[in-house]
């Protein structure tokens, strides 16, 4: 096998050791492939970036793993950002299910 | 429904195809260059001087995979969804199905530098993929952008009069 298979862990691992996350969630959203990933990203690299900008990084960061899979979803937050919304929500800060049936991908991918 | 009504008339300019030639009349590669070049994420002169075009068609474009009446994907469809219900007018968008041309397909995303399909640009300036156009309908930054670039559907012009023309 040329490449490893991506995975919710090489992804997480990913993150942590190149965007120095200090949390991270993953979500398999494939359906069954596993293949199709949504994630929650908390990282003080973050601040003072926009929407965009935050995903660029993750994007950059994970530029061969994006690759490889069928779809993408991340939620990027400072880890300010991170406590205030779980606070507010009561603990319910969660990867985006946006756009998903019942949390799977639905539709032509790549 | 009100935002089906406003996005389906903006369906029509979705032909990518239709653009290129114009674009791009003598040196478009075969289609094992062009596969080749995507491999290598490389865009051709022609592919992106066609992207261009798309781009700059109408204030409002969106790069999605099938058609606003149909789309092939969730986060095409949530895109197009928000799209309809912050009442962007169909006069001021345009819709290219990157299902229709592989080389439109590979090329967005090396053009935008963004990986994954739907894409959004207003006035010719990348805003962002499902995520962002969701985050940004829900946190009110989506409705305060397409008001200032002046690209929502006038207020007493109602979709059914639309329809009508």
Known sequence: ?110 | MFSRTILSRAARPTAFSAIRPVAAPITTPSPFLLSLAAQRRLLSDGVRQAIDKAVGSAPVVLFMKGTPETPQCGFSRASIQVLGLQGVDPEKFAAYNVLEDQDLRQGIKEYSDWPTIPQLYVDKEFVGGCDIIVSMHQNGELAKMLEDKGVLAKEGEPAEAKKKE
Request: aromatic residues 4%; charged residues 25%; contains cysteine.
């Open chain 1, 1 to 110: 096998m040329a490449q490893a298979a991506i995975s919710e862990a090489s992804i997480r691992a990913a993150l942590i050791e190149r965007l120095k996350a200090t949390h991270v969630e993953i979500q398999d959203m494939s359906g069954g492939c596993g293949q199709a990933f949504t994630s929650l990203i908390v990282s003080a690299e973050f601040a003072g970036k926009n929407s965009l900008k935050r995903h660029r990084l993750v994007n950059a960061a994970l530029k061969d793993e994006i690759a490889q899979i069928h779809a993408w979803s991340a939620k990027c937050q400072t880890p300010d950002e991170y406590a205030k919304e779980m606070a507010a929500t009561g603990g319910n800060d969660k990867p985006p299910l946006e756009g998903t049936e019942d949390g799977k991908v639905a539709g032509v991918s790549g």
